[in-house]
């Protein structure tokens, strides 16, 4: 891949991802064509906006199988756990349980919402590099108020049997909510399938721009929340002393949103949706794992387009910017999930993962990379 003039392997999707063509021009084209505030005029220009971002909804709607008033669009993954995290209530006596894989967007929030309502923060554990389902079982219980799990972790490319989650949190009356931020881009996701309350994801690491996300929730469980923000947009009435609110997803959205990343947004929604091929991405991880595999520790599961790993006796830093160096992008550290580092007992994990752009040549050249950077660095 060439960008900006330099032959690049760009193999750090998880983080975020490139952008096709069709998005930036549809970025650049609504700029040029349709640029104008939403809700708020009867001008032709302001209803062209209007209309780009109410297709932006469908768009995302049609990529999870939801219903269009059932995307709220937030700035990502992150912004839709604060969002629940303020909106639902919980009480002293609650519990919230979540899983030793969770990214820290799944982490920080509830143990915010908990120090504020006095409910308590519940792990599931692992099971070597599994949610132990069975300990699940015994955690989730009548006092369980939210189950909220990550489908594909960032750090062990695990795909979390999440339907079963969300049978669990259904069985005891509590919200389930899936961080789908390493799902959605790369498989199909249907929330009516999955029978989930809340799923959560990103816009850029889907080939859309930065600063937009979604928040799916049940229509239904939605219309009971109260709002996140205050402001325009979000109201229905507004008198001196009160007001009353939109309907969903707007009581959701307060304030002029990101219309022009909606745009974007709902192009790649589209476009990962023709494209999108796990059991392709799965076997370039593959590829790689096949040939690196006798000098690494692998750290996580085969599952998904997610490669970990560290190296004995090599500092991953180190690697990281020899990769670097040789034009390979790749992630290290703890990725945003210090406590299951910690629970694993690893500082600094070097992460490939790819997306549908990739090639097995790459892979090839990866592994060339990754042999010469530990021939040096050990
Ligand atoms: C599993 C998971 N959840 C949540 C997030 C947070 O996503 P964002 O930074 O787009 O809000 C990430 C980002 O890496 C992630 O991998």
Same mark, same amino acid.
């Given at each position: 891949?060439?960008i900006?003039?330099e032959?690049i ?13 069709c998005?930036?021009n549809a ?13 708020r005029?009867?001008?032709?220009? !302001?209803?062209? !906006?209007?209309?780009?971002?109410a ?10 199988n939801?219903?269009?008033?059932e995307?709220?669009f ?20 609650d519990?919230?349980?979540v ?5 820290h967007?799944?982490?920080?929030p509830? *143990?915010? !919402? +908990?120090?504020? #309502? =006095? ?5 599931i554990p692992l099971? =070597?590099y599994?949610?132990?389902?069975? /300990? ?14 990550v ?5 062990l490319?695990v795909?979390?049997?999440v ?5 669990? !949190?259904r ?8 961080? /789908?931020?390493? #799902? ?12 989930c309350?809340?799923?959560?994801? #990103? ?6 721009p930065t ?29 001196c *002393? ?12 307060? =304030? ?5 990343a ?12 023709e ?9 370039l991880i593959?590829?790689?794992y096949?040939q690196?595999e ?5 750290? =996580?599961?085969l ?5 970990s790993?560290t ?12 990769l670097?160096?040789?034009?390979? +992008? ?10 299951? +580092?910690? #629970?694993l ?12 752009n990739n090639?097995?040549?790459?892979m090839d050249h990866v ?9 040096k660095l +050990?």
């Amino acid at each position: 891949m060439i960008i900006a003039g330099e032959n690049i392997v760009y193999v750090d999707n998880a983080s975020t991802t490139q952008k096709p063509q069709c998005v930036i021009n549809a970025i650049v084209d609504h700029y040029k064509g349709s640029n104008a505030n939403v809700h708020r005029a009867g001008y032709e220009l !302001a209803n062209r !906006a209007t209309l780009a971002y109410a297709t932006a909804r469908s768009r995302v709607a049609e990529l999870v199988n939801s219903d269009v008033n059932e995307i709220v669009f937030t700035r990502g993954c992150t912004e839709s756990i604060n969002l629940l995290s303020r909106s639902i209530k919980l009480k002293p006596g609650d519990e919230v349980v979540v899983s030793m894989m969770e990214h820290h967007a799944n982490i920080v929030p509830w *143990q915010e !919402a +908990c120090k504020r #309502s =006095g409910a308590t923060l519940k792990f599931i554990p692992l099971n =070597g590099y599994r949610l132990d389902l069975e /300990a699940a079982k015994k955690i989730i219980t009548k006092k369980t108020k939210i189950v909220s799990v990550v489908h594909i972790s960032n750090v062990l490319g695990v795909i979390n049997d999440v339907k079963q989650l969300v049978d669990l !949190a259904r069985n005891v009356g509590a919200y389930s909510i899936i961080d /789908a931020a390493q #799902s959605v881009p790369h498989m199909n996701v249907d929330v009516k399938d999955l029978g989930c309350d809340f799923l959560t994801f #990103s816009s850029h690491k889907m080939c859309g721009p930065t600063g937009i996300g979604a928040l799916y929730g049940k229509l239904h469980v939605l219309e009971t929340l109260d709002p996140f923000q205050y402001g325009g947009d979000m109201i229905d009435t507004v008198t001196c *002393q009160d007001s009353t609110w939109n309907r969903v997803p707007h009581k959701f959205e307060a =304030g002029t949103p990101a219309i022009e990343a909606a745009v974007g947004f709902g192009v790649a929604a589209q476009y990962v949706k023709e494209r999108y091929d796990p059991s392709r991405e799965n076997g370039l991880i593959k590829h790689l794992y096949g040939q690196i595999e006798a000098m690494i520790n692998l750290v =996580g599961e085969l599952d998904s387009s997610i490669l970990s790993f560290t190296v004995d006796n090599v500092n991953m830093y180190d690697l990281a910017t020899y990769l670097g160096l040789k034009g390979v +992008c790749v992630r290290v550290g703890h990725h945003c999930a210090m406590p299951l +580092c910690e #629970s694993l007992g690893v500082k600094a994990v070097l992460r490939v993962s790819v997306y549908m752009n990739n090639t097995i040549e790459e892979m090839d050249h990866v592994a060339d990379c990754i042999r010469e950077g530990v021939k040096k660095l +050990c």
